[in-house]
Nanobody
């Protein structure tokens, strides 16, 4: 079992900043991609940012220039630095980890999600 524990959400004023953290623990597997998604009420979950095992990052257009994804491999933690926050960023953010486990001559693809952390941007 792999657990992803998110933290760092909360209330912030427009233009402010927050840093989300997602720490992974549990069964061993090789991480391919770590990322952040968000989901507004009544809408589909959408990608915010991803970072591959090679360090390649990808961002949704609506966060480019404002958010930065990073990771600390030693801590098995991925971060999302959120700057210049807007009211539209008020949503639940979910951490995601995709990887693979090699066992018995085959590979198992794994996909784990954090519990979600609420970000509220309001004056």
């Amino acid at each position: 079992q792999v657990q992803l524990v998110e933290s760092g959400g909360g209330l912030v004023q427009p233009g402010g900043s927050l840093r989300l953290s997602c720490a992974a623990s549990g069964s061993f597997f090789s991480i391919n991609v770590q990322g952040w998604y968000r989901q507004a009420p009544g809408k589909q979950r959408e990608l915010v940012a991803t970072i591959t095992s090679a360090g390649t990052t990808n961002y949704a257009d609506f966060v480019k220039g404002r958010f930065t994804i990073s990771r600390d491999n030693a801590k098995n933690t991925v971060y999302l630095q959120m700057n210049s926050l807007k009211p539209e960023d008020t949503v639940v953010y979910y951490c995601n980890v995709k990887g693979v486990r090699y066992m018995s001559g085959y590979s198992s693809r794994l996909d784990y999600w954090g519990q979600g952390t609420q970000v509220t941007v309001s004056s």
